[in-house]
């Protein structure tokens, strides 16, 4: 399985949460877990798990243009705590974008990632990053089987996911709509791009930098912990396969609390009450109205009085 984490605006956590997924995939133990850095601006993992600059993305995109079977990602990547692999992208905007480029370029390039994924009891997390327009990085999200789009639920972030997600949903088969952080309340979220999302990850800046592999990670707060029992409910979503196309969905399928692609769960659905999704047939996500307006504070939407968050901005070293 190949599953693209991205965003479309600012750091909301993308690299974070696909190690987290990775650590907390069902069936680890049988698993064989990867995370890929595709991300145009560079990656971080090397840096924060104390990584050799190679392998990595630039050695698998020179080994690319020779070797065309699947085997030659796996003699480029590095060991994670847990037993995880990493296909690591050097920290520099420059070098990773012409890595990413020259692999997507390449003959069976793009596809590379999906051939692997293909195999049995194997999970490839691609970390796309923030996925602009002409990205070197669609051309893998494309291929993915699932895309999880994360956007903080500040103003500006939901301008900018509401200009796109009608776009981004088209890539995949099983879109989904992350929500991380402090901000606008869930139920407004969806109810404004019209569209359930799939979990909302809490501000955790302790548990983030932990997973994230900072060793000096900010001291945890009493009552934390939310973010790996998201990331492991997240996780066990996306490790159910999808309902056959052919498979009818049931009538109810359709109401608000359908949440794309992912088997059922509890959604907010009004205050006080939920809505429980049946399983059944994904619905694409529907037509956004024209970029949503995201009214000033005070008219409209609702806030829930806390300040801007910086949850999803990656845990500073």
């Known amino acids: 399985m190949l599953i693209a984490v ?8 993308v690299t974070t949460l696909a190690v987290a997924l990775a650590a907390q995939w069902p069936q680890a133990e049988s698993t064989r877990r ?8 560079g990656g971080d993992l090397a840096m924060r798990f104390g990584l050799s600059a190679t392998p990595g993305l630039v050695s698998l995109a020179a080994a690319a243009r020779r070797t065309h079977g699947p085997g030659v990602v796996w003699e480029h990547t590095q060991a994670l705590p847990g037993r995880a692999r990493v296909l690591a992208a050097p920290p520099g905007g420059g070098h990773a974008r012409a890595a990413l ?46 895309l999880v789009l994360v956007t903080g639920t500040q103003g500006d972030d939901l301008a900018h996911t509401a200009a796109r997600l009608g776009e981004l949903a088209g890539w995949t088969p099983r879109p989904g709509l992350l929500l991380t952080g402090e901000g606008y309340p869930t139920v407004d ?9 799939i979990g909302r990850l809490p501000h955790d800046p302790a548990a ?7 060793r000096r990670a900010p001291a945890r707060r009493r009552g934390s912990g939310g973010l790996a029992r998201q990331t492991a409910a ?15 969905a049931p009538p109810q399928a359709h109401a608000v609390g359908m949440v794309p692609g992912v088997p059922a769960q509890q959604v907010r659905h009004q205050p006080g009450t939920t809505v429980s999704t049946p399983i059944g047939h994904r619905p694409s996500i529907p ?29 500073l070293p």
């Open 287 to 315: 037509p956004l109205r024209p970029p949503m307006p995201v009214p000033p504070l005070g008219n409209g939407l609702s806030r829930n009085g806390h300040q801007p968050s910086t949850f999803g901005k990656e845990p």
């Open 189 to 197: 979220v969806e109810r404004e791009l019209g569209v359930s999302a």
């Open 6 to 13: 991205c965003s479309v605006k600012g750091s909301p956590g």
């Open 101 to 146: 480029s020259t692999l997507t370029a390449t003959p069976n390039g793009p596809s590379l990632l999906h051939a692997v994924a293909g195999e049995a009891g194997v999970v490839v997390l691609a970390d796309c990053g923030r996925v602009d327009p002409g990205s070197p990085a669609e051309a893998i999200a494309r291929r993915a089987d699932a």
């Open 234 to 248: 997240l996780a066990r979503a996306l490790a159910t396969p999808a309902a056959p196309p052919s498979v009818a």
């Open 208 to 214: 983030a930098a932990l997973i994230s592999g900072h």
């Open 34 to 41: 990867l995370i890929a850095e595709v991300d145009p601006s």
